[in-house]
């Protein structure tokens, strides 16, 4: 059995001008709303984290915190925040992952150098198995690094500590064709904004 995570899938990411605003976030997007409508139809239980902080970043108070459009949970699915790089570090989500401990946990999201990778290397110290759907996320630039190196060698790292997979294993087309779990047709594909603009 697997259980979907979607790791900070939110504005902040996705609005140029922000500070981690990731420009290469388009195709991840996709794989990540395939993934989500895939896991819907499949039944597999499925947790949404937010990053909420004080400050100038992620904070409660700014539309960018939000998710992104498509990615809002459903009635039925966890929703926890968490104020800290591991997912571990909200209660919420420890409980749901203590209610699935048997399953596989299959990540999506931001960033793979940061969320995503801290959070797989704490559940894996905790004896949770995980897998990273590597082209359903991303990492943003530091320093001289760009995403795509960033994010390159989180998944290089995170090799030791999970599965590592892509969309078309884990949601192929011949795939669940069933009606969504909690709606009645598919919502339309989230929307990024145009380059060098606001939300």
Known sequence: MK????IDIQREYTTAGREF???????????????LQFARRAGWPIMHVQHLQDGSMFNPASDASDFVDGFTPEPG???????????FSSPAFSQFVQEHA?????????????????????????GYRFALVEDACAARAVRAHSEAAMHQYATLILERFARITRTAQEAPPSGPTGRLRHQQADPQQPQLPAQGRGP
Do not use: P, W
Not at 3 to 6: E, K, M, N, T
Not at 21 to 35: D, E, F, T, V
Not at 77 to 87: L, V
């Open 3 to 6: 259980s979907l995570v979607a």
């Open 21 to 35: 605003h990731i420009q290469s976030i388009g195709a991840s997007l996709k794989n990540a709303y395939r993934m």
């Open 77 to 87: 699915e966890a929703h926890a925040t968490k104020g800290n790089y591991s997912c």
């Open 102 to 126: 048997a399953h596989e946990f299959v990540v999506i999201g931001y960033g793979t150098s940061m969320c995503c990778l801290s959070t797989i290397v704490d559940g894996y110290h905790r």
